[in-house]
């Protein structure tokens, strides 16, 4: 079975450009989160999506949006791209039941400049 | 709001050490425990969990168990090898009414070297 895809892998962006990056889950799994990883610190928790509807949002300003599609694959949305937002971004799906646990991807470097 | 610390600062250990990586929590209601483990160039592996007081996560000769009492889930190995070598992550997941929406908080990651 596939685990959770997440792409592109790599990209580099200029300050006020748009990003979208893209995550499809687990087969049958419904519910995605998204986590942006700067460089030596922990994963921070920006958003989660279940049946299409945002479950969750981190402290993170209006730029970012996410959205979920009907086969749960997912999108995060940056905005007017700031140099801060240089990280790995981290896509995770859980089957949302009882003691659910995430299952990461392989993530997402992006590289503003 | 829930937090996770781990110890500071870079682990180095020689192969066949032992090991512990400490984690300590705070959060509202019971929440679920994890390590998560993160190899140079990846993303994460979820290495072990435990999901309610007493209950003691297992995995590839790792283990921690949940201690609500002093609020820890520290990782331990008995005799580590290079191929441990990684970044590793404590992490607690809240629940809401019996579930959990799959939020995650991280400690802020610990580094293990270990040398032939």
């Known amino acids: 079975d596939a685990g959770v895809t997440q792409s592109p892998t790599h990209l580099i962006k200029t300050r006020g450009q748009h990003v979208t990056l893209r995550c499809s889950p687990i087969?049958?799994?419904?519910?995605v989160s998204w986590y942006q990883q700067v460089l030596g610190q922990g994963p921070q928790f920006i958003f989660q999506?279940?049946?299409?509807?945002?479950?969750g949002r981190g402290n993170f300003p209006d730029r970012f949006s996410a959205r979920q599609f009907p086969n749960y694959s997912s999108e995060l949305n940056v905005n007017a791209l700031l140099l801060g937002d240089s990280a790995l971004y981290l896509c995770a799906s859980s089957s949302l039941s009882g003691n659910t646990e995430a299952f990461f991807g392989q993530g997402t470097r992006l590289t503003v400049v | 709001g829930n937090s996770v610390t781990q110890m500071e600062g870079p682990v180095t250990l020689s192969e066949e050490a032992f090991l512990t990586i400490n984690c300590t929590y705070t959060?509202?209601?019971?929440?679920?425990l994890f390590w998560y483990v993160q190899y140079p160039g990846e993303g994460l592996q979820l290495l072990l969990k435990?999901?309610?007081?007493?209950d003691k996560g297992s995995n590839k000769g790792f283990e921690a168990t949940y201690r609500k009492e002093t609020t820890s889930f520290h990782l331990e190995k008995g005799s580590v090898q290079v191929s441990d070598s990684a970044v590793y992550f404590c992490?607690?997941?809240?629940?809401?009414?019996?579930?959990?929406?799959?939020?995650?908080?991280f400690g802020q990651g610990t580094i293990l070297t270990v040398h032939p």
């Open positions: 435990a999901t309610k007081a007493d």
């Open positions: 087969s049958g799994h419904k519910s």
């Open positions: 992490a607690l997941s809240d629940r809401a009414g019996g579930t959990s929406y799959g939020k995650l908080t």
């Open positions: 999506y279940y049946e299409k509807e945002e479950r």
């Open positions: 959060a509202t209601g019971y929440p679920s």
